[in-house]
């Protein structure tokens, strides 16, 4: 491991390979000892001495060097921002170690919030889920441009709690908490969980929403 951390750098996407602005990478990292490649969906670039580059999410192909742990990056492309920060957001979400994110750590055992939402030509969708919670009440408050909405109580399950906003009817009659179809703005949104008393226990700013028609 320590090799193979030692040979994948970021200069690789400049001296190995030719950086292809497609998509044809999907699913999770796999790799085949076939045809001795290392696919890895979503490397997100960091510390580069392009500017341009930093914090952008690439989808790679690595060689692997003989019977080695060796392996040189031969492809890269450029993958969807917003879906790779899903992707990063619901794995930091579903794992219990400790979690670093830029200059934020989360320490393992420490409350968690994910959000999703999703933005259509006439609806807007969002979900609100926290994990590591004690037992109890909790309400979300949820916030895009100029709007907000605050959902019902709910009750944790386990230490989990789901708050669902919807603008879609059905949705709405299963319980979500209505929201008017345009209410995702500039494609983001920010979210927070509340105890029944009020105070603020984990909150997400700025999360991309997933665009679809």
């Not at 709007?147 to 949705?171: M, N, Q």
């Not at 179809?181 to 105070?199: L, M």
Request: charged share 25%.
């Amino acid at each position: 491991m320590k090799k193979f951390t030692k040979f994948v750098s970021i200069m690789g996407l400049f001296a190995c390979c030719n950086l292809v602005w497609a998509d044809k990478i999907s699913g999770v990292s796999r790799a085949d000892f076939i045809s001795n490649e290392l696919t890895i969906p979503c490397v997100q670039v960091k510390n580069s001495d392009d500017a341009v580059l930093n914090d952008q999410f690439f989808d790679v192909i690595l060689e692997r060097r003989g019977n080695s742990f060796n392996y040189e990056l031969i492809f890269a492309e450029s993958e969807d921002q917003a879906h790779c920060l899903r992707v990063a957001d619901f794995a930091a979400f579903d794992d219990d170690a400790v979690s670093v994110n830029d200059d934020d750590i989360t320490e393992a055992g420490a409350a968690k919030i994910l959000v999703s939402c999703e933005n259509r030509t006439n609806r807007s969708k969002i979900s609100v889920d926290g994990r590591n919670l004690a037992s109890g009440d909790y309400s979300s408050a949820i916030m895009s441009g100029a709007g907000s909405a605050i959902s019902l109580i709910k009750t944790t399950v386990g230490d989990e709690v789901e708050f669902d906003f919807d603008s879609s009817a059905d949705d709405v009659a299963k319980g979500a908490k209505e929201i008017s179809s345009d209410f995702i703005q500039n494609g983001t949104v920010n979210a927070e969980i509340f105890d029944i008393d009020g105070n603020l226990i984990v909150s997400a700013t700025s999360v991309l929403c997933a665009m679809r028609d």
